[in-house]
């Protein structure tokens, strides 16, 4: 029998492109009940911070946060950190990371993606042209999809690319 952690992250998943507020969902236990879940811009500052109740004294609860951001993030590169509190000394223990992409950063408002598939002669600056109007706008395709470009260069034939809406 496999242990449970006592928190897992369900949603978002690594690299998904997420919206203000943030929305968490995942299972855990933590002391009394209660752990944290916070969301920082790529250089550590703090953007929103909540706090869930969910499980407590070994018993695993679903919980469901929305995390409000106090802004558009200045980078779209982001993490979400959910974690306990020690009982002892406050230190954070049990901390899941996930990294994430602020769809606010990359267009303002955000609504959602879709997504293109690669043909032959494409380049993120026509990608962008197609869609946006405007072939400058392919860094914003480059951040979009860091999870599977890792070169602006480099994209091929048949790769699905997430396109902010």
């Known amino acids: 029998m496999t242990a449970f952690p006592?928190?897992?992250?369900?949603q978002p998943k690594l690299y998904d492109i997420v919206d203000d507020p943030v929305v968490v969902s995942g299972i855990g236990t933590g002391f009394e009940g209660t752990f944290a879940a916070r969301v920082r811009d790529?250089?550590?500052?703090?953007?929103?911070?909540?706090?869930?109740?969910a499980g407590g004294s070994g018993i695993w609860g679903?919980?469901?946060?929305?995390?409000?951001?106090?802004?558009?993030?200045?980078?779209?590169?982001?993490?979400l950190e959910v974690y306990e509190a020690s009982a002892r000394d406050g230190t954070e223990v049990n901390k899941v990371t996930v990294l994430i992409t602020s769809g606010r950063a990359l267009l303002d408002p955000y609504h959602g993606f879709?997504?293109?598939?690669?043909?032959?002669?494409?380049?993120?600056?026509?990608?962008?042209?197609q869609y946006y109007g405007n072939a400058n706008l392919w860094?914003?395709?480059?951040?979009?999809?860091?999870?599977?470009?890792?070169?602006?260069?480099r994209i091929f034939i048949g790769q699905v690319l997430r396109v902010p809406q």
Do not use: C, W, Y
Request: glycine share 6%; net charge positive.
């Open 62 to 79: 679903n919980f469901n946060v929305a995390i409000p951001l106090s802004g558009v993030p200045t980078s779209p590169q982001a993490m």
């Open 6 to 10: 006592p928190i897992a992250v369900r």
């Open 139 to 153: 860094p914003r395709l480059f951040e979009a999809n860091r999870h599977v470009l890792l070169d602006a260069n």
């Open 42 to 53: 790529a250089q550590g500052h703090k953007l929103g911070q909540v706090t869930i109740h």
């Open 114 to 129: 879709l997504q293109h598939t690669v043909a032959q002669g494409q380049t993120l600056s026509s990608i962008a042209s």
